[in-house]
C-alpha cells in the first residue's frame, strides 16, 4: 500500500512539473484583510493541493483518535463487566449456600464499581427484607426506583415492605401505581383485592374482583374466581346488613340466589333481612322452602332455633316429622327431632326417635349422650351410665360442631366463611360425624 501511495504521488507532481513548464504566468492572491500578493499559477495549485491534504489529514486523525478512545472506553467496560458479574456470580452462590455476609461484601464490591447496579441493589433490599429489616430494605429499593421509576419489580418489592410494616395505605399506593403502568397485571390486582378485603372496602374489592374474573383466561381458575365472587358478595352483604341498610343486604343476598341458589350463607342472610324487617311468619317459610330444595342440617338449626323463640315448638315438630316420612332412612333428622324432644322436655318421645335410629348406620358420641340424660330423667342410673360410657368410648366432643367440608376445620359457632381455609359456603353441621380433618 505504501509503494502505491509512493507512486502517485511521484506522479502527482510529475504532472504538477509538466504543467509547471508551460504555465508560468503569475496571478494575484489576495489575503482577506490583508496584502495582495502575485504567485505563479503553479505555485496556488500546490498550496491548494497541500491545504486540502491537510486537512484530509486533520480528518483522518480525528477519526482514528475517536477511534482509539472509543476501543479504550469499550474495553474498559468489558472489564468492568466482567469484574461486576463475576462478583455477581460470587453473590448468587453465597446466596444459594445461605452465606448471606458472603453475599453482601460481594454486592458491596459491585456497588463500587457500579453505584447504580439495579440487580445487586434488589438483592441487597431481598436480604434485608427477609431479616426483617425493614427500613434498611426500603432504602435500598427506594434507590432502584428512583433510578428506573417504572420497575415493577422494585414496586412489588416496597409493597411487600409497606405490608410488612403494616402500613397498608402506603402498600395500597404502590399497588395503584403499578396498575397505572399495567392495569392488566394479575398479581397486582390479587394484592390489591387482599387489602381491600382486609380494610373491608367491600364495593372497591366487587370491582376489583370483575377485573380479575375478565383477565383470568383458564378455566379453570376463571371458575375459581366466579365462587371467590359469590363470597365477596355474601360480605358485601353481610356489611350492609350489620350497618343496618337492610334494602341493599336484601339486594344483595337476592342477587346471589339468583347467581347460586345452592349458596346456604345467603339463604341464611337473606332469612335475617326478613326477620329484621319484622316478617317472622315470612322467614320461617321461606326457611322451610330452603331446606326443601337443599337438604341441609345448617338450615333446620336455624329454622328450629326460630320456631322455638317464636314459641311455635309443634310447627317444628310437624316440619321434623315431614322431613323424616319423606327420608326415613335419614338417621340425622330423627337424632336432631330426639334432641328437640329433650329440649321441650318430651321424654317418652324423645326415648321413642332416639331408639328407632340404626346404630350400625349411625353412632355418634351425641347419641350416647343424649341417651344417657334421657335415662337420667327416668331415674335409670345403670342405664345412663352404660350409655354416657358408649359416649366417651368414641373421642369426639359431645356437642355437635360445625365443620368445613374444604379443609375440616371444627367450630361450634356457624359463619357464612370458613377461618380455616377463608372458603365461603363450606360449613357443615357435623351431624352424622362424617367431617374428618
Avoid at 420497575?151 to 397498608?168: D, G, H, P, W
Avoid at 316420612?325 to 318430651?346: C, I, S, T, V, W
Avoid at 344417657?372 to 355437635?400: H, T, W
Wanted: proline share 3%; aromatic share 10%.
Amino acid at each position: 500500500m505504501g509503494k502505491i501511495a509512493i507512486l502517485i504521488f511521484l506522479l502527482f507532481l510529475g504532472v504538477l512539473g509538466f504543467f509547471a513548464v508551460e504555465n508560468k504566468d503569475a496571478v494575484i492572491m489576495k489575503i482577506p484583510f490583508g496584502d495582495a500578493y502575485e504567485i505563479p499559477k503553479i505555485a496556488l495549485v500546490l498550496l491548494s493541493s497541500t491545504i486540502g491534504a491537510l486537512a484530509v489529514l486533520v480528518v483522518f486523525f480525528i477519526r482514528d483518535t475517536k477511534r482509539v478512545i472509543e476501543n479504550l472506553q469499550y474495553q474498559r467496560r468489558q472489564k468492568k463487566e466482567a469484574k461486576i458479574q463475576e462478583f455477581y456470580s460470587k453473590a448468587l452462590n453465597a446466596i444459594m449456600g445461605d452465606k448471606e455476609e458472603e453475599a453482601r461484601e460481594a454486592l458491596g464490591e459491585i456497588l463500587k464499581e457500579d453505584p447504580e447496579y439495579i440487580d445487586a441493589l434488589l438483592r441487597l433490599g431481598d436480604m434485608s427484607l427477609n431479616n426483617g429489616k425493614y427500613e434498611t430494605a426500603f432504602d435500598y429499593y427506594k434507590k432502584v426506583k428512583d433510578i428506573n421509576p417504572k420497575n415493577l419489580q422494585v414496586l412489588f418489592s416496597m409493597e411487600t415492605v409497606m405490608e410488612k410494616m403494616q402500613r397498608y395505605n402506603d402498600a395500597f399506593n404502590y399497588l395503584e401505581e403499578i396498575l397505572d403502568l399495567d392495569p392488566e397485571n394479575l398479581t397486582a390486582l390479587y394484592k390489591k383485592r387482599s387489602l381491600l378485603e382486609r380494610k373491608e372496602m367491600w364495593d372497591d374489592l366487587l370491582s376489583t374482583q370483575k377485573a380479575i374474573i375478565k383477565l383470568e383466561h383458564n378455566e379453570h381458575d376463571r371458575q375459581r374466581e366466579e365462587r371467590r365472587m359469590m363470597g365477596c358478595k355474601y360480605e358485601y352483604a353481610r356489611a350492609s346488613l350489620e350497618n343496618g341498610d337492610i334494602e341493599k343486604a336484601e339486594k344483595a343476598f337476592r342477587t346471589m340466589l339468583k347467581m347460586d341458589g345452592n349458596f346456604v350463607p345467603a339463604h341464611l342472610g337473606l332469612a335475617e333481612v326478613i326477620l329484621m324487617k319484622g316478617e317472622t311468619e315470612e322467614a320461617i317459610n321461606f326457611l322451610e322452602k330452603a331446606y326443601e330444595q337443599l337438604r341441609s342440617i345448617i338450615i333446620i338449626a336455624r329454622l328450629e332455633d326460630l320456631l322455638i323463640n317464636v314459641g311455635e315448638p309443634g310447627r317444628l315438630i310437624r316440619f321434623y316429622k315431614n322431613a323424616i316420612a319423606k327420608n326415613p332412612q335419614d338417621n340425622g333428622l330423627r337424632f336432631l327431632l330426639g334432641k328437640l324432644y329433650y329440649r321441650l322436655e318430651m321424654v317418652d318421645d324423645a326415648m321413642e326417635m332416639i331408639n328407632s335410629i340404626d346404630t350400625t348406620v349411625f353412632s355418634v358420641p351425641e347419641l350416647y349422650s343424649l341417651k344417657g340424660e334421657l335415662y337420667i330423667k327416668r331415674n335409670q342410673m345403670q342405664k345412663a351410665l352404660d350409655e354416657l360410657k358408649k359416649a366417651c368410648g368414641i373421642k369426639r366432643p359431645f356437642k355437635i360442631q360445625y365443620c368445613c367440608s374444604n379443609c375440616g376445620f371444627k367450630s361450634e359457632d356457624w359463619s357464612g366463611r370458613c377461618p380455616g381455609c377463608t372458603e365461603w359456603n363450606t360449613y357443615r353441621l357435623d351431624v352424622y360425624g362424617s367431617c374428618k380433618a
